[in-house]
DNA sequence: ACAATAGTGTCTGTTAGACAGTATCGC
DNA sequence: GCGATACTGTCTAACAGACACTATTGT
């Protein structure tokens, strides 16, 4: 075949899968839909859908999560322009799945996008969707998953979702996308300890991020809170890479090994 | 439209691009070739071609690395299983680039693909391919680009690439990959220098990487050198990841501000 | 001897991690 | 007062960066 053949190629059909994130009570969720359709009907699944033919790929991941979640996209730095401010979710490209069989009816190519929001009300089930939910991540991957697993390859890229935004808090300020517009410290630490599933030490961690210059911006504020003293209110600063980052304890203990840096399986 | 009706989806090319990183003359060089058709005749371009119907795409990104440069790829650790050791260059998924019109012909997808390689004689022209060059990237991508630029989006994919190359080999062992077999500290030391384009401490950089276990591994042969002490022989060690990391000068001066994290102007 | 590269030791400033101690709320 | 959370200060071990010094080659 020739290069750039206009004519001879094999056809594809592209779609866009969303890793979904959100902290809720103390701990990592992602959100699922449920699907209607075979195949996989009934099994949940990442939000996601065909891309259109005349649409950008990052603007139909941001038209599913709107569709689904009513999320207005706020996407990273180097991404896209199209975005008003308001309540948005921060949005970046994931990974692209395209396994010749990971779905069985034709051969689909899957650009999978994560989305990290701040906890929301709870999800109305948008276009073509029967039910919402947000799931622990701990259920859905740890050993104790006692589902009967995501459709698709959607573990797989549930897990490279969810190993980015827990790499990328430490050298980025991306955890402020997980908490409501103003914030404490407290709040903040909570958001890491969720992701990473860590405890993390309060003392350190508060002379931690306001001696980062950048990362908070205090408000002047302070939030009643029931018992204990009232803490300073924050919004995220302008910083958007940490240096020095934050880090994540047990950072593979003694130096080295063999930690995956990608350890998605697609092909 | 319903979501994954097999029979009413846009159809997509999709292609894999590849970024081919070495380093010649102490200096970062990708791979390019010349177009031979239109669109962009006569352009250089990264190498890359339609994935096949029945083909995973990192299969396909080695397929067209072994095509163009007789390399055989070494696949990142989560993302596939099929290469036998030998001569091996480091491949890993970069990013997907999607926008409507970054074709002008019709509709394309591309998959990007990064390879690390080390020093080859020089490429020889494979399929369906005029000539093959390297190029340094300082011409490629800076100030000083004096060519008239790259076919398609691929100077912004080699930036990514680029700036993925740069910032892996900081808290990864990824820089062996451009190294041969065996190697000096004061290779590797040139293969951070080169990539960074910055100059570095041989003393510090030598007690950190021979300080980091599992980084290198003396083989227990020395070189002659033209004018200099023998240096120690290495090869790689397992560790993949490196903690604590090699620093990066310059490293955003004061610690935060705005630096990109994906740089990229996809959709 | 001299240039050149390899490799070691030493000092200093910064910072992560541990944790004592103080501040300010609700009860 | 007591528990709880917010915040500040202090100590120590580890490490990056700077750089003096020694080692071993070719010319």
Redesign the interface.
């Given at each position: 075949?020739?290069?750039?053949d206009?004519t001879a190629?094999?056809?594809?059909?592209?779609?866009v899968d969303l890793v979904v994130l959100t902290v809720r009570d103390n701990s990592l969720c992602a959100l699922l839909v449920r699907r209607?359709?075979e195949p996989f009907q009934g099994f949940w699944a990442l939000p996601g859908?065909?891309?259109?033919?005349?649409?950008?790929?990052?603007?139909a991941a941001a038209r599913k999560l709107y569709e689904e979640t009513f999320l207005r996209a706020q996407a990273?730095?180097?991404?896209?322009p199209d975005q008003r401010p308001g309540t948005g979710a921060h949005l970046?490209?994931l990974?692209?799945y395209?396994?010749?069989l990971r779905?069985p009816?034709?051969?689909v190519?899957s650009?999978a996008y994560l989305a990290l929001a701040p906890d929301l009300p709870t999800p109305r089930p948008g276009l073509?969707?029967n039910s919402v939910r947000w799931a622990p991540v701990e259920e859905l991957l740890g050993e104790k998953k006692g589902d009967q697993g995501l459709a698709f390859d959607h573990e797989q890229i549930l897990a490279d979702g969810v190993e980015r935004a827990r790499s990328?808090i430490e050298y980025?300020a991306l955890a402020t996308a997980f908490c409501p517009e103003e914030f404490t410290v407290g709040e903040l630490r909570r958001i890491y300890e969720a992701v990473w599933g860590t405890p993390l030490d309060p003392r350190n961690f508060h002379r931690k991020v306001t001696g980062?210059?950048?990362?908070l911006l205090p408000t002047g504020g302070t939030t009643t809170r029931q018992g204990g003293r009232p803490a300073q209110l924050f919004r995220a600063?302008?910083?958007?890479?940490?240096?020095?980052p934050m880090l994540r304890p047990d950072?593979?203990g003694?130096?080295?090994?063999?930690?995956?840096?990608?350890?998605?399986?697609?092909?």
């Amino acid at each position: 075949m020739s290069r750039y053949d206009p004519t001879a190629f094999p056809p594809f059909a592209v779609t866009v899968d969303l890793v979904v994130l959100t902290v809720r009570d103390n701990s990592l969720c992602a959100l699922l839909v449920r699907r209607a359709e075979e195949p996989f009907q009934g099994f949940w699944a990442l939000p996601g859908g065909f891309v259109r033919a005349d649409e950008g790929l990052i603007e139909a991941a941001a038209r599913k999560l709107y569709e689904e979640t009513f999320l207005r996209a706020q996407a990273a730095p180097g991404q896209e322009p199209d975005q008003r401010p308001g309540t948005g979710a921060h949005l970046e490209q994931l990974r692209t799945y395209g396994k010749p069989l990971r779905d069985p009816r034709m051969r689909v190519v899957s650009v999978a996008y994560l989305a990290l929001a701040p906890d929301l009300p709870t999800p109305r089930p948008g276009l073509d969707v029967n039910s919402v939910r947000w799931a622990p991540v701990e259920e859905l991957l740890g050993e104790k998953k006692g589902d009967q697993g995501l459709a698709f390859d959607h573990e797989q890229i549930l897990a490279d979702g969810v190993e980015r935004a827990r790499s990328k808090i430490e050298y980025s300020a991306l955890a402020t996308a997980f908490c409501p517009e103003e914030f404490t410290v407290g709040e903040l630490r909570r958001i890491y300890e969720a992701v990473w599933g860590t405890p993390l030490d309060p003392r350190n961690f508060h002379r931690k991020v306001t001696g980062t210059p950048g990362f908070l911006l205090p408000t002047g504020g302070t939030t009643t809170r029931q018992g204990g003293r009232p803490a300073q209110l924050f919004r995220a600063g302008g910083a958007t890479v940490l240096n020095p980052p934050m880090l994540r304890p047990d950072n593979s203990g003694s130096g080295n090994g063999s930690a995956a840096s990608g350890s998605g399986n697609a092909s």
